[in-house]
Nanobody, 123 residues
Framework: QVTLVESGGGLVQAGDSLRLSCAAS????????MGWFRQAPGTEREFVAA????????YYATSVKGRFTISRDNAKNTGYLQMNSLKPEDTAVYYC????????????????WGQGTQVTVSS
């Protein structure tokens, strides 16, 4: 069983930065691809970024490419999402998730999900 816990969210101003962390329990993390998703009020949950188990492959949503960076430290069983140049439209609950197999931007296939952490960006 795998448990994921996000942290690092908060209230910031436009242009500021935040780094989210995703702490994973269990010993399957090193063989799992990881993704970040977000859900704003009144919207469907959407893809943000994903990274392969080795960190060699990364995918980003167009809306965050160039501003966000996904990374992982398998020795610490932790994934990260560095968010720079934050915009009010980045306001959402951010979720991390893991899956076996190939890196993917699709929610389907991800096996484990965290509880989410709130990111609020004021203008």
């Amino acid at each position: 069983q795998v448990t994921l816990v996000e942290s690092g969210g908060g209230l910031v101003q436009a242009g500021d930065s935040l780094r989210l962390s995703c702490a994973a329990s269990g010993r399957t993390f090193r063989n799992s691809a990881m993704g970040w998703f977000r859900q704003a009020p009144g919207t469907e949950r959407e893809f943000v970024a994903a990274i392969s188990w080795s960190g060699g492959t990364t995918y980003y949503a167009t809306s965050v490419k160039g501003r966000f960076t996904i990374s992982r430290d398998n020795a610490k069983n932790t994934g990260y999402l560095q968010m720079n140049s934050l915009k009010p439209e980045d306001t959402a609950v951010y979720y991390c998730a893991t899956k076996g197999g190939s890196t993917s931007s699709r929610q389907e296939g991800y096996d484990y999900w965290g509880q989410g952490t709130q990111v609020t960006v004021s203008s």
